[in-house]
């Protein structure tokens, strides 16, 4: 009977475990940063300064400050000046099974007066200026040996073979999206620099990650003012900062936050003058166009009330019918759109957060690996652990 009894007792506390296990949709939260360049592969090169060091020394830093919090598992795809393989850049992350992939670069341009941040998901480029974004990063790839063969033909000087890239899967658009946005306003910083918004862009380190996965250009190394600030303590500091804050942002909005996590960091500039240079150069700053790629909007057209419960399968900009033939046989598909931008497809309608995980788990099956579920309160969508409790 003691031994029942004990019986009983380890069943009941292995449930618990795995109870807590499975609140959320994914017990550990890993982030794989992507130091561009390296190596014999400079980056861009401008007043003496190399894209590959600055990229490196900032994505350190991002990655040091998000080892803070124990639900967070970093893992770089080189941590030193060493060149790696764009193929294997996305292989690191796909072994590791990691949540996203952040690549940190800088920018260049021949008009050396172009300045500003921007942020970059993988798809078609909506003008010549994203393509020359993509084709200078990408040129990376001819230094590997067999690129060609490795990448399908592939040749960085073709627009054709550029375009080429971003036809490929949207399951992780959305996510993307919601990633990027976040890292983007999180490069707002004192220095009064120019948002250059969210844009997509077919770059070959992001064309074979199974996962939401952006690409980052912290500014432009090519303009003397910005590089300076780029290569700054104080620069540096607030760049790293704002990306890593938008991570646990994204994390705790889909993965949630778990406890003894550490609170978000400012940073807090060093020079005292930079009040003054914030003064001075937020004249300059000029407005900026609609943005290429718009963050998806939380409220959808729906008659649902009350909480319920989805299973995002995928994000296109194509609107696909809603038959089960076009959704590998699951039916009860519904879709939201931001204004024909983005379409958002979803499967399920549960009431109930384990109903929803069985749908999870049958979307899954079906080959849907990047689906998670999404929740919504009267129609508008909300976080995902507040529906929960």
Known sequence: MRIFNKCNLFIIILLTAVSINSFGQSTKFK??????????????????????????????????????NPNVDVIYTRNNDVFVELNERAHIANKNNASIFVSIHCNANENTSAEGYETYVMGM????????????????????????????????????????TSLL????????????SRVQNGMATNFGRKDRRVKQAGFLVLRQISMPRILVEMGFISNKRESG???????????????ANAIISYKNEFYGSGKNEPALEKYVPQTPEKAEVKEVVAQKVEKQAEPEVKQPKSEVDSTDKGIVFKVQLAASGKKI?????????????????????????????????????QNLAEAKSKGFEGAYIVAFKDGTKINLQEAIK
């Open 31 to 68: 982030v794989v940063l992507d130091a561009g360049h390296g190596g014999n592969d400079f980056g861009a090169s401008y007043h003496g300064l190399a894209e590959k060091n600055i990229a490196l020394s900032v994505t350190l830093k991002v990655g040091k400050i998000l080892e803070k």
């Open 125 to 164: 480029h909506r003008n010549a200026s994203n393509l020359e974004v993509a084709k200078k990063e990408n040129e990376v790839v001819t230094m590997e040996k067999d690129y060609k063969l490795k990448y399908n033909g592939y040749d960085p000087k073709s627009p054709e073979s550029a375009i080429g």
């Open 169 to 180: 899967q949207e399951e992780y658009m959305a996510n993307s999206i919601s990633l990027a």
């Open 229 to 243: 600030y780029m290569n700054s303590e104080d620069g540096q500091g607030e760049i790293a900062a704002g990306i």
């Open 321 to 357: 019918d809603l038959t089960p033939g076009n959704f590998k046989g699951l039916n009860a598909i519904s879709v939201t759109t931001d204004n024909g931008t983005l379409y958002k497809y979803m499967y399920g309608n549960a009431t109930n957060y384990n109903d929803a995980k």
